[in-house]
């Protein structure tokens, strides 16, 4: 068989990859070693409750933003329904110690406000705030369209300045610092070593728009999918790729599979972790040193993940999405500290299913390190002992209190229905680490770039440009760049402004 591509991984960065590449011309396979498309994004029922595991709400995918605009161009908005977030919130930070709640609302002006309300002291810490992330966010191409792809320095990126700085030289106010820095959550690096440009890409189109898609990420996958094969990608499941071929002159020739096949191709991009792809390319082919680099890439964290319900009747006490956490220091990079004393993140389910409307479901998902599982790292899936069943008893009794510790006196007829720990996420993600957001991408680290030392292959993924539904999705216009050419690609985008 011979393709112009190959994309190996379907999950959203492949998926908008292949996309790309066969709208514009370039007959494309994609590949994915499990048995469907987007396997951790599709989430799961329990007791007639349908959970959403790697999607849950994306910002900057609103009418007239940049992100609208590259779903439409994939001919994914027109398959999906989108439902605007409330624009009286969309986050909430809520801390144990003290009564202490903010509530994000949806908008820069409306933020703004809100934090000024919150913080009468602190209006120029937060128009600084507020400037600087606007600032980041329109040097970043693809988000902006005008931007110049030079600014994307690695050096600024890797020796920036971190959140944690920026936000000291701010304020003082330690409230204020923990709600501005809270949604380092969302890409799983702490403030200490969150460069501020990384930072901005994640949390600025948060502060511009914030959707769900009724259905969650099953129905999100099979938008993707059926765009994909409506634009001529032939789709395999079930095949891991064994070894990238490579011609007698180093040319990348195509790929063989574990089950003996091979395809013929001239350009190639990756969306596996950094590390399954040193396994696939072929000896000497890379730098020793760039190995190294991979190898050496420090993880973002891992989660325990609690998936449970609570009354309909009763007022909804998390808001759509709610950031517990015990003190206004707490470090979500700390995982040496007991569950109890770890931020959560308390996500309401309800958009995302039509299913068993007397119950609200929610997920709670709290920092956790693979190493609180290693007893049992070495077990199969569907098969581990009844030791690590009790485990997860446990952590699913602890996560419930450490909910009620936030609400003392109040009944909130907590029910948990499943659980997930660090190997749940290593089975489902193809990655050796089970970390939630891959590679970090932190100061003082150089992540893989796009375009690779192997003429013809290129990286896409969250571990290459940032997590979420629009960094997968930069990330593959990115690589697909590589192979169309960007102002050809940009271009193209611009159509649909």
């Not at 933003?65 to 969309?90: A, E, Q, T, W």
């Not at 902006?144 to 320095?153: G, P, T």
């Not at 699913?396 to 659980?419: H, N, Q, V, W």
Request: charged letters at 20%; hydrophobic letters at 35%.
């Amino acid at each position: 068989m011979g393709y112009d591509c190959l994309v190996i991984g379907a999950g959203l960065s492949g998926l908008a990859s292949s996309i790309i590449l066969s709208k514009n011309g370039y007959r494309t396979a994609l590949v994915e070693k499990s048995s469907k498309t987007g396997s951790l994004v599709r989430g799961f029922k329990r007791s007639g409750k349908y959970f959403d595991t790697g999607f849950h709400h994306a910002g900057g995918i609103g009418e007239g933003s940049s992100g609208r605009m590259m779903l439409d161009y994939l001919n994914v908005s027109g398959r999906i329904n989108m439902k605007l977030c409330s624009p009286d919130c969309f986050d909430s930070v809520k801390f144990r110690e003290s009564s202490f709640e903010f509530r994000f609302p949806v908008g820069f002006e409306n933020i703004r406000e809100a934090l000024c309300d919150a913080f009468p002291e602190e209006a120029h810490a937060v128009d600084a705030y507020l400037k600087e992330i606007k600032q980041q966010c329109s040097s970043l191409p693809f988000l902006n369209l005008e931007a110049d792809l030079n600014v994307m320095n690695i050096l600024e990126n890797v020796h920036g300045k971190s959140l944690s700085d920026f936000l000291s030289g701010l304020t003082d106010n330690k409230y204020l610092k923990s709600v501005l820095g809270v949604h380092g959550l969302l890409n799983g690096v702490p403030a200490s070593e969150q460069g501020l440009n990384n930072y901005s890409y994640i949390v600025g189109p948060y502060y511009e728009s914030v959707s769900y898609i009724e259905g969650g990420g099953s129905a999100l996958i099979d938008a993707f999918e059926k765009s994909a094969k409506v634009s001529g990608v032939d789709i395999f499941t079930g095949m891991e790729v064994s070894e990238l071929l490579l011609s007698s002159s180093g040319e990348l020739t195509g790929a063989a599979f574990k089950d003996g096949t091979a395809i013929e191709c001239r350009n190639c991009i990756s969306t596996v972790h950094p590390i399954n792809l040193i396994d696939i390319v072929p000896e000497n082919c890379f730098r020793k040193s760039y190995i190294r680099r991979i190898k050496s890439l420090d993880e973002t964290g891992s989660a325990f993940i609690l998936y449970g319900t609570f009354d309909a009747d009763m007022a909804n006490p998390f808001g759509p999405s709610l950031y517990l956490f015990p003190d206004p220091k707490s470090d979500f990079g700390d995982c040496s500290v007991p569950i109890e004393q770890r931020p959560a993140n308390l996500i309401s389910n309800n958009w995302a299913s039509k299913e068993d409307i007397s119950r609200n479901g929610f997920i709670m998902i709290v920092p956790a390190l693979m190493s609180e599982v290693d007893e049992w790292k070495d077990s199969a899936r569907g098969n581990r002992p009844s030791e690590y069943r009790d485990f997860k008893n446990k952590i699913k009794d602890r996560m419930l209190k450490l909910i009620e510790s936030f609400y003392p006196g109040t009944d909130l007829k907590l029910e948990a229905l499943d659980c997930s720990t660090p190997l749940t996420l290593m089975d489902y993600s193809g990655n050796p680490y089970g970390s939630m957001y891959g590679a970090k991408h932190r100061i003082e680290q150089y992540n893989p770039f796009p375009v690779t030392k192997l003429p013809g292959l290129y990286l896409a993924g969250q571990s290459v440009v940032a997590p979420g539904l629009l960094g997968t999705v930069v990330s593959a216009f990115l690589a697909c760049g590589y192979i169309t050419g960007h102002d050809f690609l940009r271009g193209e985008l611009k159509k649909w402004l």
